[in-house]
């Protein structure tokens, strides 16, 4: 079954990390890449960063660059994005994907989605 389940999310201040996980565990094949999106309230849905399996290649939006790191599992058919020096801006809906590899890590690129997981940053 192709489903993908996010975890991890919450609320942080500003400055402070999460962690957040994506389970897949119907995508065995190293054709899929992974990637993570967010979308904020009144706001397209952007992409954050993508992996490929096969080859661990990734890309990053510019604004998170430095500061979020996408990592996987693929014994565990798992993904992670380490956020660190969370901002404001950072606020959003986190959602995971895969797609048949990437080349924009753009939303147009990724077939299957993940429920998302809230991620608020505030004092």
């Known amino acids: 079954q192709l489903q993908l389940v996010e975890s991890g999310g919450g609320l942080v201040q500003p400055g402070g990390s999460l962690r957040l996980s994506c389970a897949a565990p119907?995508?065995?094949?190293?054709?899929?890449?992974l990637g993570w999106f967010r979308q904020a309230p009144g706001k397209e849905r952007e992409g954050v960063s993508c992996?490929?399996?096969?080859?661990?290649?990734?890309k990053y939006l510019d604004s998170v660059k430095g500061r979020f790191t996408i990592s996987r599992d693929n014994a565990k058919n798992t993904v992670y994005l380490q956020m660190n020096n969370l901002k404001p801006e950072d606020t959003g809906r986190y959602f995971c994907a895969a797609a048949f590899g990437f080349y924009y890590c753009s939303v147009y690129e990724f077939n299957y989605w993940g429920q998302g997981t809230q991620v608020t940053v505030s004092s």
């Open positions: 119907g995508f065995t094949s190293d054709v899929y890449a």
């Open positions: 992996i490929n399996k096969r080859d661990g290649d990734t």
